[in-house]
């Protein structure tokens, strides 16, 4: 297990609420570490874990504690006498099914249970738990993303030595503080130890399991919002009214709300919310359906000052080389020799005054 670091304040803020509260609803986005920060804090204290397993099982968090069916009348008093606990730590609290909610509640309320509440932002809460924060028993805690200084010291503690200072700041910025999107670019990501320091070179290896992290992270989507996706993917940062010409604005106005893109103030510009949520949405479309989305948002993508110098075909392949495809990868998209690719790089280089992939990518952002 990866070592646990930071979190001060907020293990402070959970402590107090459970001795002065029922308890604490801790909220973030998923990878944010809610999980791991509640079983840190709560350690040694004695406490029974549960986990919303989705609607579709009466008390189905509580399975493992609870032996027989239902007896009487009152399900929800025959399941809290046979369970004895003076804290309970609930996990996918969003995932909870109404019987399971409800004794939550009772535990509560008639047990004198403490509660430790995780789920995720933006998911909707069981009412009974929605009443208890509502009522000021449960305090609430927005978990944030990871600071870039314990970034560091996390990938320090998994390397097992001191880490490149431009490697921690790209890490940081690929994963902004998530926990979950971290450890698996340090499992699997290409590091090398070399003059006392571990570095990174910047490629992000999409694998199956940070696919699929990212794909749980954004959420089930229908065909509009996947076009909203899909066009700020290959185009952002994307103009707001060209976004909605595209894909109309009550799907971008649901993705907005879902949090899984942001709009700037001045200028309207719209990006996705995580810079890995683009790399992961590109692999959903294939060569036709992505050159089409290329050709629609291309010529309305905004960026550095410099990209207006260069041409329409530049600017493809610029936005195609920064997303780390080689130059046989974009031929193939663009119908053209790899030839011609490098060709075109070498002018794009020339003209940006830069040399690498990842300036690309910073310029086009």
């Given at each position: 297990?990866v070592?646990?670091?930071?979190r001060?304040?907020?293990?402070?803020?959970?402590?107090?609420a459970?001795?002065?509260?029922?308890?604490?609803?801790?909220?973030?986005?998923?990878g944010?570490g809610?999980?791991?920060?509640?079983?840190?804090?709560?350690?040694?204290?004695?406490?029974?874990?549960?986990?919303g397993?989705?609607?579709?099982i009466?008390f189905g968090a509580?399975?493992?504690?609870?032996?027989?069916?239902p007896?009487?009348?009152?399900?929800?008093?025959w399941?809290?006498?046979?369970?004895?606990?003076?804290?309970l730590v609930?996990?996918?609290?969003?995932?909870?099914d109404?019987h399971s909610?409800?004794l939550?509640?009772?535990?509560?309320?008639?047990h004198?249970v403490r509660?430790?509440?995780?789920a995720v932002?933006?998911?909707?809460l069981p009412?009974q738990l929605?009443?208890?924060?509502?009522?000021?028993r449960?305090?609430?805690?927005?978990?944030?993303p990871?600071?870039a200084?314990?970034s560091?010291?996390?990938l320090?503690?998994?390397?097992?030595g001191?880490?490149?200072?431009?490697?921690?700041?790209?890490?940081?910025?690929?994963?902004?503080?998530n926990v979950?999107f971290l450890?698996?670019l340090?499992?699997?990501?290409p590091?090398?130890?070399?003059?006392?320091?571990?570095?990174?070179?910047?490629?992000?290896?999409?694998t199956?399991?940070?696919?699929?992290?990212v794909?749980?992270?954004?959420?089930e989507?229908?065909?509009?919002?996947r076009?909203?996706?899909e066009?700020?993917?290959?185009?952002?940062?994307?103009?707001l009214a060209t976004?909605?010409?595209?894909?109309g604005?009550?799907?971008?106005e649901?993705?907005?709300?879902?949090?899984?893109?942001?709009?700037?103030?001045?200028?309207?510009r719209?990006?996705?919310?995580?810079?890995?949520?683009?790399?992961?949405?590109?692999?959903?479309?294939?060569?036709?359906?992505?050159?089409g989305?290329?050709?629609?948002?291309?010529?309305?993508s905004?960026?550095d000052?410099?990209?207006?110098?260069?041409s329409?075909r530049?600017?493809e392949?610029?936005?195609l080389a920064?997303?780390n495809?080689t130059?046989?990868?974009i031929?193939?998209?663009?119908t053209?020799?790899?030839?011609?690719?490098?060709n075109?790089?070498?002018?794009?280089?020339?003209?940006?005054?830069?040399?690498?992939?990842?300036?690309l990518?910073?310029?086009l952002a």
């Open positions: 297990m070592a646990f670091v930071g001060t304040a907020e293990r402070t803020a959970i402590r107090d459970l001795r002065d509260r029922t308890g604490i609803l801790v909220v973030g986005e998923p944010a809610k999980s791991r920060l509640l079983a840190e804090t709560v350690r040694g204290l004695g406490v029974v874990r549960v986990s397993a989705g609607p579709e009466a509580f399975a493992h504690l609870l032996s027989g069916e007896q009487g009348l009152n399900p929800v008093r399941a809290a006498g046979q369970i004895e606990v003076e804290a609930v996990d996918d609290a969003h995932l909870l109404p909610a409800a939550v509640r009772h535990l509560a309320e008639h004198g509660l430790a509440v995780a932002s933006g998911a909707a009412g929605v009443e208890l924060w509502k009522e000021g449960l305090a609430r805690l927005d978990l944030g990871l600071s200084s314990d560091a010291r996390l320090s503690l998994a390397l097992g001191q880490v490149e200072g431009l490697t921690s700041r790209r890490l940081w910025h690929a994963t902004r503080g979950r450890v698996e340090v499992t699997s990501g590091f090398a130890y070399s003059g006392g320091l571990w570095r990174w070179p910047g490629e992000i290896v999409l199956e399991r940070l696919r699929l992290l794909e749980a992270a954004i959420g989507v229908d065909e509009q919002e076009s909203v996706l066009y700020v993917a290959f185009g952002e940062p994307l103009e976004l909605i010409e595209l894909a604005t009550d799907a971008v649901r993705m907005e709300r879902r949090g899984l893109i942001s709009v700037g103030d001045q200028p309207l719209v990006q996705l919310a995580h810079p890995l949520y683009a790399q992961v949405i590109r692999t959903w479309t294939g060569p036709v359906r992505t050159r989305h290329l050709a629609r948002v291309i010529p309305f905004s960026g000052q410099q990209i207006s110098e260069l329409g530049e600017k392949i610029a936005r920064s997303w495809l130059n046989r990868e031929a193939d998209l663009l053209v020799s790899p030839r011609t690719v490098g075109h790089l070498c002018r794009i280089y020339s003209k940006l005054g830069v040399n690498h992939r990842l300036d990518a910073r310029l």
